[in-house]
């Protein structure tokens, strides 16, 4: 939980700085986005295999059964070559036995778009971040690395953006009962630039 304040008190610091990027027309612009998409995640050492769909993307193994979260946050350069943004998730649910479960995920990631200034751009992403899962008051959080490539269109005179994209992400376990997931993704997504 302590990743998870950190980014929203990061978010809410920022929020000054609204004001400041209005008088520069030549600014970036902040990105609110949602991510859809089916997964394919692969456990390594073994045959097994899960498919989920996701409208929006999940938040983890518990819940969601995806490693593609459902919140996308950002910021896009001025030059609109690229992008750094959190995607984040998060599901909780409580038990009549008085046992809470929850799982969330946030990676940090960065977008390198083939061609900003066109309606339609290619584009490559890389990131990191952590998958988190509590049982009965047990957490354990494993680290999260992953890649993409896919295809954004501007939409709305350059308020917002359709993508697709096709991830690749590896949940590194690090006990013995977690193997390690590959997970296999073909995402679509809307985000709301900001300016």
């Known amino acids: ?9 990061l978010l809410l610091a920022a929020t000054p700085l609204r004001a400041a990027e209005t008088a520069a027309p030549a600014s970036g612009a902040w990105t609110l986005g949602t991510n859809f998409g089916v997964s394919v995640l692969k456990f390594s050492g073994t045959d097994e295999k899960w498919v989920s769909f ?24 001025a030059s609109g070559t690229s992008d750094i943004y959190l995607d984040l998730g998060i599901n909780y649910a409580s ?11 946030i990676t940090g990631n960065y977008q390198f778009n083939f061609s900003p200034t066109e309606p339609t751009s290619l584009y ?23 890649l993409g490539f896919g295809l954004r269109r501007k939409v709305a005179e350059g308020h917002g953006a359709v993508r697709g994209e096709l991830r690749y992400d590896r949940l590194m376990g690090k006990k013995e009962e ?18």
């Open 124 to 146: 490559g992403t890389l990131g990191g971040g952590f998958n988190v899962v509590s049982v009965g008051g047990q957490s354990e959080s494993d680290p999260l690395l992953g």
């Open 1 to 9: 939980m302590k990743i998870l304040r950190a980014a929203l008190l």
């Open 54 to 77: 996701n409208a929006p993307m999940g938040a983890g193994l518990f819940g969601g059964a995806s490693l593609q979260p459902g919140m996308r946050v950002g910021y896009a350069t």
């Open 95 to 105: 038990y009549g036995d008085g046992d809470n479960y929850y799982s969330y995920l």
């Open 178 to 195: 977690l193997f390690a997931i590959d997970s296999f993704a073909l995402k679509i997504g809307v985000d709301l630039w900001i300016h």
